[in-house]
């Protein structure tokens, strides 16, 4: 079993649905978390962290349920934009990172 | 460009021939990370540094790699005696150890071994 698992998708939507990713992670050290971007053939970029009281950024929300091992991502009002690779990370205290293989969304006109 | 800088960007190599990768992080950050990336993949942690200090490296990494950060800046990835398996995107990022782990990545190095 991955240390970190994501659902690969593809997931389809149309513009203006809500989309939500789920990553588990297996490692109950773990200290902190994070949503990145990776468009095709480019590196990743920060999206944002996960706090377990849970955070916005405009459309985008995360969410870290510490008792089930899981974190979330939820897209709303998907625009052609938002159409990329989700990746979700776990850090543990000592510094080492840990990624998923991503979530891929299409969002489609 | 005050962000990671990574170079080369593509290098081509023959089965056998040693690499080697530089990596310039964000000039403040102290810790400095490589991965490896395939396709279809997520990025895989290969070493990370605090500083000059290498404080943790990968199980699954074999002893022809070899990374250095000399002088807590910019670092350096070695690849000896490299196979076709070797091909991949490799990937710096840095990183504040005051910033929880908030990791900013470089372009990469595509790297192909023939």
């Known amino acids: 079993r991955k240390e970190v698992e994501q659902d690969p998708g593809p997931f389809n939507v149309p513009e203006g649905a809500t989309v939500a990713f789920n990553c588990t992670y297996s490692?109950?050290?773990?200290?902190?978390f994070f949503w990145y971007r990776q468009d095709c053939r480019k590196e990743p970029k920060l999206l944002m962290s996960v706090y377990s009281s849970g955070n916005e950024d405009g459309r985008f929300t995360a969410q870290l349920n510490r008792a089930s091992q899981y974190i979330s991502l939820l897209i709303r009002d998907s625009k052609l934009s938002d159409s990329a690779t989700y990746l979700c990370?776990?850090?543990?205290?000592?510094?080492?990172?840990?990624f998923g293989d991503g979530t891929t969304l299409t969002v489609k006109p | 460009d005050t962000g990671v800088s990574q170079d080369p960007r593509h290098k081509i190599t023959k089965r056998g021939q040693n690499v080697t990768f530089r990596c310039d992080p964000i000039?403040?950050?102290?810790?400095l990370y490589w991965y490896r990336q395939t396709l279809g993949q997520g990025p895989e942690f290969l070493t990370y540094f605090q500083n000059e200090a290498q404080l943790e490296k990968s199980r699954l990494l074999s002893d022809r790699f070899s990374a250095e950060r000399p002088k807590g800046s910019f670092s350096t990835l070695e690849i000896q005696r490299t196979e076709q398996g070797d091909s991949a995107m490799y990937l710096c990022a840095s990183s504040l150890v005051s910033s929880g782990g908030e990791q900013f990545f470089g372009p990469g190095t595509r790297l192909t071994v023939l």
């Open positions: 990370v776990e850090n543990t205290n000592a510094g080492k990172s840990t």
């Open positions: 000039s403040e950050h102290n810790r």
């Open positions: 490692n109950s050290a773990s200290q902190s």
